[in-house]
């Protein structure tokens, strides 16, 4: 079970922190995702991280979002700076093929 937390709205060029909490066993082992649903536009993958730290990032997130990962917590962070109005969207995350209920993230010019 994942619960995303932390979306909001925020003007260009600010920063937001996302939150996602797994409960149950198995996250510290698995890597986690972070997608994004922006509206009339297809899911897509912004960044991951692996269980043992490594982290990757679409072009659109580089430089600007930094994933991290706190297995004590079974908490995954996207942390988002720079904030552009085309990351306005949806924000999941997702491991093991688990879903989160996503939050909503709104960047104003």
């Known amino acids: 079970h994942l619960v995303e937390s932390g979306g909001g709205s925020v003007q260009a060029g600010g920063s937001l922190r996302l939150s996602c909490a797994a409960s149950?066993?198995?996250?510290?082992?698995?890597?986690v995702g972070w997608f994004r649903r922006a509206p009339g536009r297809e899911r897509e993958w912004v960044a991951g991280?692996?269980?043992?730290?490594?982290?990757h990032y679409a072009d659109s997130a580089k430089g600007r979002f930094f994933i991290s990962r706190d297995d004590n917590k079974n908490t995954v962070y996207l942390q988002m700076d720079s904030l552009k109005p085309e990351d306005t969207a949806v924000y999941y995350c997702?491991?093991?093929?688990?879903w989160g209920q996503g939050t909503q993230v709104t960047v104003s010019s």
């Open positions: 149950g066993s198995g996250f510290g082992v698995n890597s």
């Open positions: 997702s491991c093991l093929a688990a």
């Open positions: 991280i692996t269980s043992g730290g490594l982290t």
